[in-house]
């Protein structure tokens, strides 16, 4: 069956970087558009960065533009967020998301089980 396995999260300084990886299995891994989204402490889960099947196209969410990068190794069967300049506001559990085909924020086939991010002030 399909698993996504986040990890890379951890307690980070204000300004700090962190990178977080999923990696697939039991899918074929770039026929997959992939995603991050995350969940803060007693908010609702939102959108984080998306990318395309070859990592030609990326989407990121207002919140995290220039500061968060999504890219894939499709060879690894691994999608990466770059964290930077981190604040206490991206505090939250972050989550892989995988779809088959394009892109389509409301139509996720696969989570994964998130990895936490807490960043200190």
């Known amino acids: 069956q399909v698993q996504l396995v986040e990890s890379g999260g951890g307690l980070v300084q204000a300004g700090g970087s962190l990178r977080l990886s999923c990696a697939a299995s039991g899918l074929p891994f770039s026929g997959y558009s992939m995603g991050w989204f995350r969940q803060a402490p007693g908010k609702e889960r939102e959108f984080v960065a998306a990318?395309?099947?070859?990592?030609?196209?990326?989407l990121y969410a207002d919140s995290v533009k220039g500061r968060l990068i999504i890219s894939r190794d499709n060879a690894k069967n691994t999608v990466y967020l770059q964290m930077n300049s981190l604040t206490p506001e991206d505090t939250a559990v972050y989550y892989c998301a995988a779809r088959w085909g394009a892109w389509n924020i409301g139509d996720i086939h696969s989570w994964g089980k998130g990895t936490l991010v807490t960043v200190s002030s």
């Open positions: 990318i395309s099947w070859n990592g030609g196209r990326s």
